[in-house]
């Protein structure tokens, strides 16, 4: 990561003053709060001393930036809803006017968002058959023929044995690693993982070592380690250990180095967790994910978690693996025996999409949409680098974070683009490191060339006004006709 | 003007309370926010250099005394109060004593004190409370001080 240093300064120095500026304001409600009087006396406070100072101090200024309510389907272009404040952010109220803008911050990274020509017949067909909700556990009698169908159908996609499907994919993180490891072992976790697995670590009592992001060398020297020294206290060798990286960062970008990460666990004997919630279905030539690119063998990688509510357009999360792993799992997670399992329309779509983008339906459309998504990626992140942004994240990658450091810079880049009707998802602390606010493009296959170019001239022209261009600009070339083969749908 | 760029290595600390003082330039803006503040002081209230030195360093010892040996957790709710028992001293570096961040901070005080003392001729009754300031900044950042309540004051229930 390249940091302009004058911007680093300045951005310390801009929170120091919303800090100063918060407290001062704090301070003043708490005199004048004094003098009124209280009808909870005797009671304990809701929040512990400085808990909600930031929600209350920083979030709220802004907010409006942020939880935009949405009234069409997620395709490339979709109805935002307008809200109105009259106690300045303090709170929203929504209005009846919509506006329509191009959609920049959906993870509808094949298309599968709106309707399809293929899934949603078959969907709606199912619903009609099998009702919304399967009322039961999967042990009770929530496993439908589609269930199983289902499993065996995610599992041939993914390259594995079998997998198991829960109906959320952040539970699906949560309530499998307590299940897979406990007191007296460890997991070694990527500093950048997202919460659903630091929460599923935290809850599984096993020690939680963390290594610097996608840095193989620390990964090594951490294993090196705590393998030396044993279990804390007793210092008796580790039951097991479970090194779990993602594949796709949803904040960076980036790709995990897997051929590496997957050698220095097979050498030390340690177990390979990876998450691709975020490259399934978007990144492999046939969409199989990141084993698929980077070229690792599935069977070096002993346990995938995806989910799809990112390339196929449904919801839940599923774990593959070998057939002793998933048996154990269904007579073990809680999730498996104790919650409401998938509904079988979400079911059918996933069923339905993974035929899709395997070619399965009797068209090319799959591949269509998986080489229009990488020819989308490649060639937005590179007008943007172009353009002089400082854009994170590898070739290939869908999620593309523009970095705005600043936090004038968030809500000025979100209103912009807003008022242009192009919507995007700005974040910033504490989702991502103080200094690292960021605006990220998630790019999806439906977003046609037009699309894409007035995305880049609203993102230029408000980029400029607003001051995040951090590199130089690439002087304009001569404009080159690039040979666009013309898809016949 | 040539644009300058620092490289930020990523970190392992997990703490976002405590993360962004690895970052680059965090050194820098401590001290220019010190010598800016002591430029404003003088414009604002027209004394003697000296002077202001010295209400820069009692200033900045009533705030770093609050923000950091006082006020104990984290000022958000994501890590569901892992902290709350911490002060931000106690937390930053994960708890690891004696590493280069809480080496500076530990330097920046005393080297305030010098300045103050220096530019008011070490004269009473600034030298008393300055030398008060930079005593109980100090004592608070020693090792053996980690964790320690004297007499309860600031311990949980």
């Not at chain 1, 023929?145 to 159908?153: S, V, Y």
Request: glycine fraction near 6%; aromatic fraction near 12%; include cysteine.
């Amino acid at each position: 990561m390249i940091i302009p240093y004058l911007t680093a300064l300045t951005t310390y120095f801009s929170y120091g003053l919303l800090f100063a500026f918060g407290q001062l304001r704090d301070f003043f409600r708490k005199s004048v709060d004094w003098w009124s009087a209280s009808t909870l006396q005797g009671y304990a406070p809701i929040c512990l001393g400085l808990e909600d100072f930031y929600i209350r101090r920083l979030y709220l200024r802004i907010q409006d930036c942020f939880n935009r309510p949405i009234s069409s389907p997620p395709d490339a272009w979709f109805d935002v809803v307008e809200r109105v404040s009259n106690d300045n952010n303090k709170t929203l109220k929504r209005t009846t006017k919509v506006n329509r803008c191009l959609n920049l911050g959906s993870y509808n990274y094949l298309g599968f968002a709106a309707a399809d020509e293929y899934c949603t017949p078959r969907v709606i067909e199912c619903l009609k058959k099998y009702t919304p909700s399967t009322c039961s556990t999967r042990v009770d009698g929530g496993t439908t023929i589609l269930h199983a169908e289902m499993e065996e159908c995610v599992a041939n996609f993914v390259g594995k044995p079998a997998a198991i499907v829960f109906g959320m994919g952040y539970v699906t993180n949560s309530a499998i690693l307590p299940v897979l490891i406990g007191k007296g072992g460890l997991i070694i976790s990527d500093s950048l993982n997202h919460n659903s697995i630091v929460n599923g670590a935290r809850g599984s009592g096993a020690t939680v070592r963390v290594f610097q992001h996608n840095t193989p060398s620390h990964l090594e020297s951490v294993l090196r380690e705590q393998i030396a020294d044993g279990q804390p206290r007793t210092h008796r060798p580790w039951k097991k250990i479970i090194v779990v990286v993602e594949g796709i960062y949803s904040m960076e970008g980036e790709l995990c180095k897997l051929p590496e990460i997957v050698s220095i666990c097979k050498k030390y004997k340690a177990f390979v967790y990876l998450d691709e919630a975020h490259s399934i279905g978007a990144v492999g030539k046939s969409g199989r994910g990141v084993c698929e690119l980077l070229g690792v063998d599935t069977a070096d990688v002993d346990i995938m978690m995806g989910t799809f509510t990112k390339s196929f357009g449904s919801s839940g999360g599923y774990i593959a693996g070998s057939k002793e792993l998933i048996q154990y799992l269904k007579y073990t997670c809680p999730t498996h025996l104790y919650a409401t399992s998938i509904s079988a329309p979400a079911a059918q779509q996933i069923i339905s999409s993974i035929k899709v983008v395997l070619g399965e339906d009797g068209s090319s459309r799959g591949a269509q949409k998986l080489a229009r998504i990488r020819e989308n990626s490649n060639f937005f992140r590179s007008e943007l680098q172009k353009m002089g942004f400082e854009v994170l994240g590898d070739n290939d990658s869908p999620v593309m974070p523009i970095m705005l450091y600043n936090p004038a810079k968030i809500p000025a880049f979100s209103r912009e683009c807003l008022k242009r009707n192009v919507a995007v998802v700005t974040v910033a602390f504490p989702a991502t490191p103080l200094l690292l606010a960021r605006a990220r493009i998630c790019i999806s296959a439906s977003h046609s060339r037009e699309d894409l170019l007035k995305a880049l001239e609203v993102i230029g022209t408000v980029g400029d006004m607003v001051g995040v261009k951090y590199f130089p600009a690439e002087p304009n070339k001569q404009q080159v006709e690039v040979g666009q083969v013309k898809k016949v749908d | 003007m040539a644009i300058l760029y620092v490289r930020a290595a990523p970190t392992t600390d997990l703490n976002r309370n405590t993360e962004w003082f690895t970052y680059p330039g965090v050194w820098s803006t401590y001290i220019l926010i010190l010598f800016f503040s002591w430029l404003m002081v003088l414009s604002v209230f027209a004394c003697s250099p000296g002077m202001a030195w010295t209400v820069v360093h009692l200033s900045h010892f009533f705030v770093t005394y609050q923000f950091f040996h006082w006020k104990k957790g984290t000022p958000f709710a994501e890590d569901q109060g892992i902290y709350n028992r911490l002060t931000w001293w106690e937390q930053i570096d994960s708890g690891q004593q004696l590493t280069r961040n809480r080496k500076f901070l530990t330097v920046v005080p005393i080297v305030l004190y010098l300045i103050a003392s220096h530019t008011t001729d070490y004269q009473h009754p600034m030298l008393f409370f300055n030398t008060v300031a930079v005593f109980v900044l100090v004592v608070a950042k020693f090792p053996h001080m980690h964790k320690v309540r004297i007499f309860g004051i600031n311990a949980d229930q």
